[in-house]
């Protein structure tokens, strides 16, 4: 008999409920059917979660060069903002809807 681990994880109610409905329909506990389950099924997952491609763009617009923010930062520094910021006449109450 191979070695045996013990590993406790937290399960989501809904598992949960499918772990207990099997146990109370099949010959086996619950921990048997999530070592059934793992064996049958865990390499299948972890093949299909691998990343064996590179993570595509989540947008097609270019990242900055190096350096570019820190420029853009140092731009807005040389710039009276506070003089800007206090020339800007605030919004009028809204009304209640």
């Not at 989501?12 to 070592?35: C, F, S, W, Y």
Request: proline letters at 11%; zero cysteines.
């Amino acid at each position: 008999m191979p070695s045996i681990q013990p590993m406790p994880i937290r399960l989501e109610k809904d598992l949960l409920v499918m772990l207990n409905e099997g146990a109370r329909i099949t010959p086996h506990k619950k921990q048997e059917l999530i070592r059934i389950t793992l064996r049958q099924y865990l390499p299948a997952v972890i093949h299909a979660e691998a990343l064996s491609k590179p993570v595509a763009r989540v947008t097609n617009v270019r990242p900055w060069p190096k350096g570019a923010l820190a420029k853009a930062y140092k731009k807005i520094e040389r710039e009276n903002w506070d003089e800007i910021e206090a020339a800007i006449k605030p919004l009028p109450p809204r009304a209640d809807d």
